[in-house]
């Protein structure tokens, strides 16, 4: 079932206005929360860039609205939370652009009333049981290991999938996380969709796509932090056995099954010091040759990643981060594309996926009740084309970026005020420079533009819980 709002045709500044008064009446629903530690709440939410901010490179007011419920109920040690959102976005028929590190969307309709308007809804559940020394979880949310504030090993930016997953302490020091996931690859099974036709219309079956993953995290002396993981993405079968196992090597368990699957290892090491700073490394490894390590031609499919924070850097509850992001273009992606590190379309790795590279700065600091903070994202990505997948599995060269780029610089001050419990007002602005905008990885010769402009952005948020928006911060 689908449900419809229609709306009139008014300018966007205006019905964006009404959005917000209507979110705001909305918000003062009386919120539940009984003996049985039941606590039910109304989510509501909406937002309006002047310009279009990164959604689109057009110079285009567009909204995001969006409204629904939450609820969470614990009883000892069991706890199970849920939400469900109907959003619209006005001003863009299709979703927005994939190279920011919002939340992506897994399902978009055109709205009946307006062609630039279109629908999609968001749901989540996680239950969890808490132990003395023990996590286990069941759901469809988003889950993320490590230092990172946008990691190279697994981001939030595509939708949350169905997962099970664990957290294990077994001793003071060490810590062990596995994690399993169904994720959605998009690819259609063409003999599924044969052999199973709908009534009214096709029936599209997609192939299945799943991702195992399992990291350790010891914590030595003089504040350091070591950790090493494993994933793998392996498809057009069921949850294996093998991948369901969380104490073996995955390395050798995909070797096992015949090197069908899609590997990726990595190690990270974090130093927090008494004063209120962090550091840490990141590296990812997909393929390597060590004899051809310091060739021209080589099978270094590698990721980095480093970042430091601070927090008490000018104020006490200030918090300063700065991150660096380099990933090469043989990773994440397979021969065969069902093994792919992607799920709806969005990298399971860094949102700026393989063949990019990006910075990330951000100041926060509190400003009366308030939050203001300030906000760089500057990120590139290049080709990712069919023939660049032949070529690296032959082990030719290939001169990075040569194929074409997109690069964007998003440069945002934002102040947020509290209205009231888990209710924020946002008033900000943004300075956008997007070069070749509407380049397609996969086809790197079609049209582009040139974009610099500037965005007024307002919203108000109550109970708002997707990632990557500068909301979601607030929450972290």
């Known amino acids: ?31 539940v929360s009984s003996a049985q530690n039941l606590k039910v709440r109304p989510v509501a939410f909406a937002m309006y860039r002047s310009t279009g901010d990164w959604w689109i490179p057009e110079s285009e007011p567009v909204q995001y609205m969006g409204a629904g419920i939450w609820g969470k109920y614990t009883w000892g040690k069991l706890a199970i939370e849920s939400e469900f959102i109907n959003a619209r976005y006005s001003g863009l028929s299709s979703i927005p652009s994939r190279f920011n590190p919002e939340q992506g969307l897994s399902w978009d309709q055109k709205a009946f009333d307006r062609d630039d308007d279109f629908y ?67 690819l259609q099974d ?41 994933s793998v993405v392996y498809g057009d079968r069921g949850m294996d056995l093998i991948y369901m196992m969380p104490f073996i090597s995955y390395w050798s368990a995909q070797h096992f099954l015949g090197d069908l699957d899609n590997t990726e ?54 918090y300063f981060m700065v991150e660096g992001t380099w990933t090469d273009h043989r990773i994440y992606r397979h021969k065969f594309p069902v093994n792919d590190f992607y799920s709806h379309g969005y990298p399971v790795g860094h949102w700026a996926g393989p063949h990019a590279q990006s910075i990330t700065a951000l100041y926060q600091l509190s400003l009366g009740s308030g939050v203001g ?76 533009q040139d974009i610099s402009k500037w965005s007024f952005n307002l919203g108000i948020y109550s109970n708002f819980h997707l990632t990557g928006y500068d909301i979601s911060d607030l929450y972290r």
């Open 1 to 31: 079932m689908i449900i419809h709002f229609r709306q009139r045709h008014h300018s966007g500044l205006a019905r964006s206005l009404r959005t917000l008064a209507a979110a705001t009446i909305l918000l003062g629903l009386v919120t």
């Open 373 to 448: 903070r300030v906000k760089f994202i500057s990120a590139r990505r290049g080709a990712l084309t069919d023939e660049m997948i032949v070529s690296q599995y032959k082990t030719e060269n290939y001169k990075r970026f040569s194929g074409g780029t997109e690069t964007m610089q998003a440069l945002r001050a934002t102040f947020f005020w509290p209205v009231r419990e888990e209710t924020w007002f946002e008033l900000g602005v943004s300075k956008i420079d997007w070069w070749n905008a509407g380049f397609d990885p996969a086809d790197p010769a079609g049209i582009t």
């Open 265 to 318: 290892l990595s190690v990270d090491l974090t130093w927090e010091h008494a004063s209120g700073w962090t550091v840490y490394g990141i590296f990812l490894m997909d393929e390597w040759t060590p004899e051809l390590t310091f060739e021209s031609l080589n099978r270094n499919w590698f990721g980095w990643q480093y970042g430091l924070t601070r927090t008490g850097l000018l104020q006490s509850a200030d």
């Open 120 to 186: 999609a809804d968001i749901t989540t559940m996680l239950m969890s049981y808490t132990a003395d020394n023990l996590v286990l979880r069941m759901g469809q949310h988003h889950l993320s290991w490590g230092p990172a504030y946008q990691s190279i090993f697994g981001s939030e930016k595509p939708p949350p999938v169905p997962r099970l997953s664990f957290e294990w302490r077994p001793l003071p020091w060490l810590r062990f996380y596995y994690d399993h996931s169904q994720l959605t690859s998009v």
């Open 190 to 230: 063409s003999l599924a969709s044969a052999v199973a036709p709908a009534k009214y219309g096709a029936r599209r079956v997609m192939r299945s796509r799943n991702r195992v993953a399992h990291r350790f995290e010891a914590q030595l002396p003089w504040g350091l932090t070591l950790a090493g993981a494993e």
